[in-house]
């Protein structure tokens, strides 16, 4: 069984900041890509960002200069630092992660159950 439990969600002022994290546990050989994907009401769920293993990053240019992803492999934790945040980023955010369960094992995405981020004054 694998779980990703997220954190940091939460109300906050339109150019305020906040950050999310993710920790993956449970029984996992490896971890590939991790990542954060959100979804708006109405909308479709979209990439925020990702980070490989080896540290390499994506974003979208919505969200490029304002948010940083990183992973500490040690914790098997991801984190979303979200600065300058504006309204358009409200959304339940969703963490993501490709683990294998054993050497031979296939990845697998993983998701987290979401984590509601409300920007409004």
């Known amino acids: 069984q694998v779980q990703l439990v997220e954190s940091g969600g939460g109300l906050v002022q339109p150019g305020g900041s906040l950050r999310l994290s993710c920790a993956a546990s449970g029984s996992i050989f490896s971890i590939d890509a991790m990542g954060w994907y959100r979804q708006a009401p109405g909308k479709q769920r979209e990439l925020v960002a990702t980070?490989?293993?080896?540290?390499?990053?994506n974003y979208p240019d919505s969200v490029k200069g304002r948010f940083t992803v990183s992973r500490d492999n040690a914790k098997n934790t991801v984190y979303l630092q979200m600065n300058s945040l504006k309204p358009e980023d409200t959304a339940v955010y969703y963490c993501?992660?490709?683990?294998?369960?054993?050497?031979?094992?296939?990845?697998?995405?993983?998701w987290g159950q979401g984590t509601q981020v409300t920007v409004s004054s």
């Open positions: 980070v490989t293993s080896g540290g390499s990053t």
């Open positions: 993501n992660a490709g683990i294998r369960r054993g050497l031979l094992s296939a990845r697998h995405d993983y």
